[in-house]
């Protein structure tokens, strides 16, 4: 059975820097697309960031780009989100998901495996 354990985050003031880091187990990790999404109180799930499986591409959400670096370790089977100069508005449960996908640019949805959440709060 597929694992995903998702490790970091917590509590920083506004301007902050945080990481969060996820590792999947029991799937051949350089075949799954890796994405980021996340969900505040009382929103959907949003779509944060993606990276290909071989690392060429990614994808961010218009709200985080330019603050936010995922990347990939596929030797590893990790994957792990830098998060910087973040905002109250970042406050949000954060999840890593796995999808199968060999396509060059990772997709924003459709992702079959996820991590158990990992907490993001940023104070004001």
């Known amino acids: 059975q597929v694992q995903v354990v998702q490790s970091g985050g917590g509590l920083v003031q506004a301007g902050g820097s945080l990481s969060l880091s996820c590792v999947a187990s029991r799937l051949r990790f350089s075949r799954y697309a890796m994405g980021w999404f996340r969900q505040a109180p009382g929103k959907e799930r949003e779509f944060v960031a993606a990276v290909s499986w071989s690392l060429s591409n990614t994808v961010y959400a218009d709200s985080v780009k330019g603050r936010f670096t995922i990347s990939r370790d596929n030797a590893r089977n990790t994957l792990l989100l830098q998060m910087n100069s973040l905002r109250p508005e970042d406050t949000a449960l954060y999840y890593c998901?796995?999808?199968?996908?060999?396509?060059?640019?990772?997709?924003?949805?459709?992702?079959?495996?996820w991590g158990q959440g990992t907490q993001v709060t940023v104070s004001s």
């Open positions: 998901a796995a999808r199968e996908y060999d396509g060059d640019y990772p997709p924003r949805y459709g992702y079959e495996y």
